[in-house]
C-alpha cells in the first residue's frame, strides 16, 4: 500500500501510517487515497462521461448528493470476493525478450511505459504474449497485464517521479482502446487488471475510454497498480502464466475503490 512512497506518481496524496501508544499497547492511524496503490475499482468510481451514469443508471446524485446511497459500492464484492483463474500477460518480459533478436520492431524499442499516447498495448501484442508463453484464455479468467509501468516506476529517481508530478499530466502506456480488444475482453473475461495507473493508455487513443465501458457499462472490475513483479518471476520459474486467483476487497459501505489483499496460487 505504500510502494509509491511520497512520490505517488498520480499525485493524489501518499499513504501515511502513524504508529502512537495508546496506555499499555500500540494504536495506528493510517490515511491514504484509494487509487494510489493497489486497488480495484467500483462501479460507482467512473460514469459514461458525458452521460454522466454509473453502472445500472446510477447517477451523480446517488453517489455524492443527497440521497447518501451506498448504491454500487464496493462492499458488495466483499461478500464472495473477486475468485477465478488469473491469467498474467507478461506484456513486459515478452518485450524484452524480442529486443534481444537482431531486428526487433521500432515500436517495441520506442516503447516508454510513461507515454501513453505512443505505448499502446495492442490486441495483437497480447496474442503474440499468450502464444509466447503458451497460454490459453478460458471464459470467466481474470486478465492481468504486466506493462513494465512498474519496474520503470521503481528505476525512475525521485526527481524525474516530482518531474512526472509537476507536468500536470496522467500520460502511462496500457491496452488501447480499440473495438477488437473490447469485444475480446467480452467475450473472455470477468474482470481486467494491470500493473499501470489505469490499465488502459492514457491518454485515450479513441473517442472512448475502457472505464467508461467496462466500469460503467459492463460492470467489469478493474484493477490498478497491481505489483506483479514477483508474480512474474514464479510464473517464468514454473513456465505456468495461470493460477488461482482469490482478492477480497474491503468491506466498507459505499467504499469506491478497495486494496486487492490478492494471492495468486500455483
Not at 495508546?22 to 467512473?46: I, K, T
Not at 516506476?153 to 500520460?171: P, V, W
Not at 473472455?188 to 475502457?210: K, L
Request: overall charge neutral.
Amino acid at each position: 500500500m505504500n510502494a509509491q512512497g511520497n512520490e505517488s506518481f498520480i499525485n493524489r496524496g501518499n499513504f501515511g501510517h502513524k504508529i502512537y501508544p495508546a496506555g499499555p499497547y500500540y494504536d495506528e492511524v493510517w490515511d491514504y487515497n484509494s487509487q494510489v496503490s493497489s486497488h480495484w475499482d467500483s462501479l460507482r468510481h467512473f460514469p459514461y462521461l458525458k452521460e454522466r451514469v454509473f453502472y445500472n443508471g446510477v447517477t451523480d446524485q446517488d453517489v455524492l448528493g443527497d440521497k447518501n446511497t451506498t448504491v454500487n459500492g464496493i462492499h458488495v464484492w466483499s461478500e464472495r470476493g473477486i475468485v477465478g483463474r488469473g491469467v498474467l500477460v507478461d506484456f513486459h518480459g515478452w518485450r524484452l525478450k524480442q529486443l534481444e533478436g537482431r531486428n526487433p520492431e521500432e515500436r517495441l524499442k520506442k516503447f516508454d511505459a510513461f507515454k501513453g499516447e505512443t505505448s499502446g498495448i495492442s490486441l495483437e501484442d497480447v496474442r503474440a504474449v499468450l502464444k509466447w508463453q503458451g497460454t490459453r484464455v478460458r471464459f470467466g479468467d481474470v486478465l492481468i497485464v504486466r506493462s513494465g509501468w512498474t519496474a520503470a516506476f521503481n528505476n525512475k529517481t525521485r526527481e524525474e517521479i516530482l518531474a512526472l508530478q509537476r507536468s500536470g499530466t496522467l500520460s502511462a502506456a496500457g491496452l488501447e482502446q480499440s473495438l477488437p480488444m473490447m469485444k475480446w475482453i467480452w467475450e473472455n473475461f470477468a474482470a481486467v487488471a494491470g500493473d499501470m495507473p489505469g490499465v488502459e493508455a492514457n491518454p485515450a487513443r479513441a473517442n472512448f475510454t475502457m472505464h467508461e465501458v467496462l466500469l460503467a457499462g459492463w460492470g467489469c472490475p478493474m484493477g490498478e497498480l497491481f505489483d506483479l513483479e514477483a508474480l512474474a518471476a514464479e510464473a517464468k520459474r514454473q513456465k505456468r502464466w495461470s493460477f488461482f486467483l482469490t482478492s477480497e476487497v474491503i468491506n466498507l459501505p459505499g467504499a469506491l475503490a478497495s486494496p486487492i489483499n490478492a494471492l495468486a496460487i500455483f
